[in-house]
Structure formats: C-alpha cells, structure tokens
C-alpha cells in the first residue's frame, strides 16, 4: 500500500508473481471493490486499506454532507469481506475520529492521520511479534537451525510491513536460527504458491513450496519443528479463524508432535465472541475452485464448498503471539488475563 493524500496505489495480489502492477484508488467505492476482488487481502492490510478509504472518502464528500457520506463510505466498507475483524476494528477507529470533526476540512486532515497511525502503528506490531516470537522459539533451539511450515502468505503483502508469521520467520532468518520454510501452496487461491513463496524468494529466506496435501508427509519425515500461522479472527476463548486449511495442518501438528504458534496483532482479537462457533465465516462461489484464472480444471456444473477460513480449537494451539504478549495454551482464562 501506499498513501498518496489524493489515493491510494495498491499492488494488484491478484497477477503476482507473474506481474507487478499497482492500482491507483481515489475513493471509498473503489477500496471496497478492491477488497472484494482479493486486490489486497490479509487481515491486517484490509483494514489498513478501509481505513485510508474511509480518508478518501472525506476528501471527495459533499461540503453539506460529508458526514453522512463518511458514514454511508464506512457502512459500504464493513459489508466489503465479513470475518476478519481487523477490517471492522480499523472502521471503528475512524468513526471515533469522524466524531470529533466539526469540519469537512478538519475530517479530510484527521482522517488521513488516523489512517497513517494505523498502518504504523501494524507495523510496529509486527516488529514487537517478531521479537516475541524470536523470544520464545530460542528458548528450545538450543542454537540450532530449524525448520518451520507456513499457511497462506502472513507477510508484507499482508500487514502493514514485515509480516506477522512471516515477518517471525525473517527474525529467525536474521537470527541464524532458520534452516528452511516449507510453504503451504493454499488452494483456491495459491496465496502461498504465488505470494508467500515470492515474498521469501525476493529476501533470499531458504523456502520450499508444497502441496497442501504434503502437509502431513513433511510432518511425518521429522522436515519441521514448528507450524507458524496468521489470523484473521481470535476468539475470547483463544478459537482461531484463518484460511481454510488451517484446522487440518493443527491436527497434524499435534499428532506428529509438531508445536503450533499463530501470530496476529491485538486489533485481531475479538473478545466480544466466546468461541469461534460464532465467527462469521465467508463462502465464495464456486468458480474460484473449478479454474485457475480463467482454465477449466472440473466439470463446469459441478457443486463447489468454498469457504475462505475455517476455525481450529484453541486447545490444538500451542501459543498464540501478539504484541501485547503471548498466550500459552490458550483459554478463556488466559485470553482474558491479557486482553481485559
């Protein structure tokens, strides 16, 4: 993402890694779209993205009605993707802000700040995980090199900057105590194919890619130490909501004795729902599983299941790692401790 007062430029996630090309957004509308389409995704990033929508939006509002039309651009935003709560956590942000403007010339300034201090402010969280992380994993390295499996893409692409799992594998990278990431390919979509593995290739961090259903092989051959994973929901109780596949790959990781960390920022964490039997889940239609951009791979009738994320228990999770701290074992008396 970058921030231009005017627009916005998003890099266009859809045709990596085949092409670099940015999109130039100048209004709420278009951010939203954006959204929709997978142009940016990441749980983080969307809600970054939304809130620089919400600051364009006061730039192009109505001298008599910007406020209504901040409120209608806010609304047209939260319906843009429903699970990842950062999106609405961010929303909530700068409708704190909008309240206190009594101008549109004092909302288009106030705004567009609010919308910096959270794309910094991700970024600073992300560097704080990682050294959380770092922290935690050194404790049972005993110094020595290992290697991690990943899901999905959780880096740069997908935050603020850095990454959240992936930017605690770049501290393990620069620490010396990384051997190799394996990287789940995270079908429909091959964000781990075309984006985790672009991202690491382009840093030179030592990455194979995989099929998702050599999880468990890689497993079974003692190849990783840890799973390492993002979120795009947290629920009081510790349940996880991240890309689908994530519940399998935990159930892996506790069979062969592999440890399990997610790694996401506090804005994740959504302590209104007990458990993630209340997360509200989002179902794509089916195109995106019979064909990859635009080739046919089933039958085109065929029924299709697509949901985005699914949910691991909290008690297949070995740790989950914010800024504000870490959560051993998560429970509900745990997640309270560090989020009252």
Not at 116 to 145: K, W
Not at 190 to 205: F, K, N, P, V
Request: aromatic share 6%.
């Amino acid at each position: 993402m970058r921030w231009q007062e005017h627009s916005l430029e998003l890099l266009d996630q859809r045709l990596l890694p085949a092409e670099e090309h940015w999109l130039t957004i100048e209004g709420a509308s278009g951010v939203a779209q954006c959204i929709r389409d997978m142009v940016v995704r990441g749980a983080p990033a969307i809600g970054i993205s939304a809130a620089y929508g919400v600051a364009l939006a006061a730039r192009g509002a109505d001298d008599r009605r910007w406020r209504e039309e901040v409120h209608d651009a806010i609304d047209e935003l939260a319906a843009s993707r429903p699970t990842a709560v950062n999106l609405f956590w961010a929303l909530e942000k700068m409708k704190q802000v909008l309240e206190t403007c009594n101008s549109r010339d004092e909302a288009i300034q106030q705004l567009a700040d609010k919308a910096v201090a959270i794309h910094q402010e991700d970024l600073a969280a992300n560097l704080t995980m990682a050294d959380l992380a770092l922290d935690f994993m050194a404790d049972t390295a005993a110094g020595q090199p290992f290697s991690v499996l990943t899901h999905c893409n959780t880096g740069a692409l997908a935050t603020g900057g850095y990454g959240t799992a992936l930017g605690v594998v770049r501290r393990l990278h620069e620490a010396g105590l990384l051997k190799r990431v394996f990287a789940d390919e995270t079908r429909p979509w091959l964000q781990g194919s075309r984006l985790t593995a672009w991202e690491l290739s382009q840093d030179d961090i030592p990455v194979t890619l995989n099929a998702d259903g050599a999880a468990a092989a890689i497993m079974a051959a003692g190849e990783v130490r840890w799973v390492i994973v993002g979120a795009d929901r947290i629920t009081a109780n510790g349940d996880v909501a991240n890309k689908i596949g994530t519940y399998g790959l935990a159930v892996l990781a506790r069979h062969h004795n592999v440890r399990f960390m997610v790694v996401a920022p506090s804005s994740t964490v959504d302590m209104s729902l007990e458990s993630g039997g209340s997360i509200p889940i989002e179902e794509r239609e089916g195109t995106e599983v019979r064909e990859i951009r635009g080739i046919q791979l089933a039958p085109s009738g065929v029924a299709v299941f697509n949901p985005v994320f699914d949910v691991t228990p909290a008690s297949l999770l070995d740790v989950i790692v914010t800024e504000k701290g870490l959560v051993e074992s998560p429970d509900l008396a745990g997640m309270r401790s560090l989020f009252r």
